[in-house]
């Protein structure tokens, strides 16, 4: 034994040499490093953000069904009329929270269940490489940041709503790991030419929306996955907190176009 100290055969373990002792053991378990992605995760942890993601959209579906008493005109809901993107009430009405509620709610159940069938295919990649909070902020700066996206540059009296904001901005974090790794990008760049295609081309999509909610995540990804590795954590954490600061400037800058 390393320790030399006495032990009962009970307490001994085998090794690569000899026995060691459950001490020893325990005192080399806390000194090995764990192994981690190459955006900074530990290795093994199996999603929990993507269910819970997808549960709290499902939920807010009910409740608007539930009010509506219709699950095909939900919006009719006075829930998801309290939510909903609405550049006049943002900007007019001082009601900021619709900059992120919104991306919570979904026109009827076709826009959920592709909304929420993406969100599994790419969380179930994405979290455990990202880890937990990195993929966490990664979503919500995405909604977020195509949100915004809405707010500048889409019809001031439209409604927009739906996770697909946060959707495109995965879609764009995937591109980046995959140019990461080295990896073949035909497929991911299929999917997300795919989806642009559709928003150009079917109706009642908001194009602005994915494609800022895109450009925020593909950007945000880029910064936490070529963070430098000393003290990377703080890197990636200063980088999402700019981010999310440029973002509420753009707001505050946009506002102006509203004559407020």
């Known amino acids: ?30 000194t090995v490093r764990r ?43 006075p829930l998801f009329a309290e939510f909903v993107l609405w550049p006049t009430g943002v900007a007019g009405l001082g009601e900021w929270w619709r900059l992120l509620t919104a991306g919570f709610l979904h026109y009827g159940l076709t826009h959920i269940a592709f909304n929420m069938l993406a969100l599994y295919v790419l969380g179930r990649d994405l979290e455990p490489a990202f880890g937990r909070v990195r993929f966490l902020a990664l979503y919500l700066v995405s909604m977020f940041g195509g949100n915004v996206a809405v707010y500048l540059f889409g019809s001031p009296d439209a409604l927009t709503a739906g996770a697909s904001t946060a959707v495109y901005g995965l879609m764009g974090a995937m591109l980046v790991a995959v140019l990461k790794l080295k990896l073949n990008p035909g497929t991911a760049l299929a999917v997300i030419g795919l989806n642009v295609v559709l928003s150009f081309t079917l109706p009642g999509i908001s194009l602005v929306g994915h494609l800022g909610g895109l450009a925020v995540g593909a950007g945000l990804a880029a910064g936490l996955i070529y963070a430098p590795r000393e003290r990377r954590d703080l890197w990636q954490g200063a980088l999402v907190a700019a981010t999310v600061v440029v973002l509420i400037g753009l707001v505050l800058v946009g506002t102006a176009r509203f004559g407020l």
Do not use: H
């Open 35 to 77: 192994a981690r992605t190459f955006v900074g995760a530990e290795v093994g942890a199996r999603p929990l953000v993507t269910p819970i993601l997808i549960a709290l959209n499902v939920l807010m579906f009910v409740l608007t069904a539930v009010q509506a008493q219709s699950v095909a005109n939900n919006q009719k809901s």
């Open 1 to 30: 034994m390393r320790c030399e100290r006495p032990a009962c055969p009970e307490c001994l373990r085998d090794a690569s040499v000899g026995y060691q002792c459950v001490d020893c053991i325990r005192e080399a378990q806390g």
